[in-house]
């Protein structure tokens, strides 16, 4: 099968040749036709990604297409079936292994292009908004990095499953794309202060981390819940433990990739009842920004690299 390697120390994205994997019990292989980009393969990209023992090199960690094969247990499946699946890496490929009940189906009238820009993002939304923020029905949240794949998929979902949505984003151009997704208020962070046009959120997603993480505190609500799912700007940052204690703040965080195979496994099922009816019904749409064959993979890379996307970056597999 092709195959997109990383070649370090350059970071180099090279296309190459590699024997078609075997499924494990419980693992299906996907012939896969198109697999989503995402920050997190930039990084590996770069070297400032550590894999751990057992992982794939390859980069890609969500993709769609048909099951070509089944390991033992992967019970749920049959060949030929159409599915969206999260990984651990190894989507930049022709065909990939994962657990088979990190698999769900294609939304009803989905294409693969589609379904390949949904696991990433929504198990992440799904895990630190719902899961990890509680976010109920009537509160606010407040999303960094509106524009982003991440977050386009948490403001839809928050707004479809009742909350009020803010967002931030650089440039008029993003905040006006957040607000047709359904964002009550988009501010731009270069011409506006976020902390001056919010007060009482509930919870906050937040990709940024540094300066932004006092500013997050002194905006969230009584029992106000901030949530990290990365620190692009820096992993340092300055707080206030009488705003916490006063408040009653929780600061949390968390990584996809790490997480176990069951706990997967139950945001799949959660996915699949609550936000797959959404998508079918059209309530809730992918936006991708663009789509770049399996060998032009470094382009697709410099174009997130840039930041000017607004949506998910998809590579054409098959």
């Given at each position: 099968?092709?195959?997109?390697?990383?070649?370090?120390?350059?970071?180099?994205?090279?296309?190459?040749?590699?024997?078609?994997?075997?499924?494990?019990?419980?693992?299906?292989?996907?012939?896969?036709?198109?697999?989503?980009?995402?920050?997190?393969?930039?990084?590996?990209?770069?070297?400032?990604?550590?894999?751990?023992?057992?992982?794939?090199?390859?980069?890609?960690?969500?993709?769609?297409?048909?099951?070509?094969?089944?390991?033992?247990?992967?019970?749920?499946?049959?060949?030929?079936?159409?599915?969206?699946?999260?990984l651990t890496g190894g989507g930049y490929a022709e065909y990939a292994i994962t657990p088979a009940v990190q698999c769900l189906p294609f939304p009803r009238g989905f294409d693969a292009i589609q379904a390949a820009s949904l696991p990433e993002t929504f198990f992440t939304v799904w895990l630190d908004v719902f899961d990890l923020g509680a976010l109920k029905p009537g509160e606010s949240l407040l999303v960094h990095g509106g524009s982003s794949g991440i977050g386009i998929t948490a403001i839809q979902l928050a707004k479809a499953l009742g909350s009020r949505v803010f967002a931030t984003a650089g440039s008029d151009e993003k905040c006006e794309a957040c607000r047709k997704l359904g964002a009550d208020i988009a501010i731009n962070y270069r011409t506006a202060d976020f902390e001056k046009e919010l007060r009482d959120v509930n919870v906050i997603l937040d990709m940024v981390g540094g300066s932004y993480t006092l500013k997050n505190l002194r905006i969230l609500a009584p029992l106000g819940r901030l949530v990290y799912i990365n620190f692009m700007e820096s992993s340092k940052?300055?707080?206030?433990?009488?705003?916490?204690?006063?408040?009653?703040l929780t600061i949390t965080g968390s990584g996809l990739r790490p997480q176990s195979v069951e706990r997967k496994a139950?945001?799949?099922?959660?996915?699949?009842?609550?936000?797959?009816?959404?998508?079918?019904?059209?309530?809730?749409?992918?936006?991708?920004?663009?789509?770049?064959p399996l060998e032009h993979a470094a382009d697709a890379h410099r174009r997130m690299a840039s930041s000017q996307h607004i949506g998910k970056i998809v590579l054409k597999v098959a």
């Amino acid at each position: 099968m092709r195959q997109i390697e990383i070649v370090q120390p350059s970071g180099e994205l090279k296309l190459s040749d590699a024997p078609v994997p075997t499924p494990g019990p419980g693992q299906v292989r996907i012939k896969v036709q198109a697999a989503g980009v995402n920050r997190a393969d930039l990084l590996q990209a770069a070297g400032r990604y550590a894999l751990r023992p057992g992982v794939s090199p390859i980069p890609g960690l969500e993709v769609a297409g048909t099951i070509d094969a089944l390991g033992s247990g992967a019970d749920r499946w049959q060949v030929g079936d159409s599915v969206c699946a999260l990984l651990t890496g190894g989507g930049y490929a022709e065909y990939a292994i994962t657990p088979a009940v990190q698999c769900l189906p294609f939304p009803r009238g989905f294409d693969a292009i589609q379904a390949a820009s949904l696991p990433e993002t929504f198990f992440t939304v799904w895990l630190d908004v719902f899961d990890l923020g509680a976010l109920k029905p009537g509160e606010s949240l407040l999303v960094h990095g509106g524009s982003s794949g991440i977050g386009i998929t948490a403001i839809q979902l928050a707004k479809a499953l009742g909350s009020r949505v803010f967002a931030t984003a650089g440039s008029d151009e993003k905040c006006e794309a957040c607000r047709k997704l359904g964002a009550d208020i988009a501010i731009n962070y270069r011409t506006a202060d976020f902390e001056k046009e919010l007060r009482d959120v509930n919870v906050i997603l937040d990709m940024v981390g540094g300066s932004y993480t006092l500013k997050n505190l002194r905006i969230l609500a009584p029992l106000g819940r901030l949530v990290y799912i990365n620190f692009m700007e820096s992993s340092k940052a300055e707080i206030d433990l009488a705003l916490i204690l006063g408040r009653q703040l929780t600061i949390t965080g968390s990584g996809l990739r790490p997480q176990s195979v069951e706990r997967k496994a139950q945001i799949a099922r959660n996915l699949e009842q609550r936000a797959w009816t959404l998508l079918a019904s059209g309530q809730i749409k992918p936006v991708i920004d663009g789509v770049y064959p399996l060998e032009h993979a470094a382009d697709a890379h410099r174009r997130m690299a840039s930041s000017q996307h607004i949506g998910k970056i998809v590579l054409k597999v098959a």
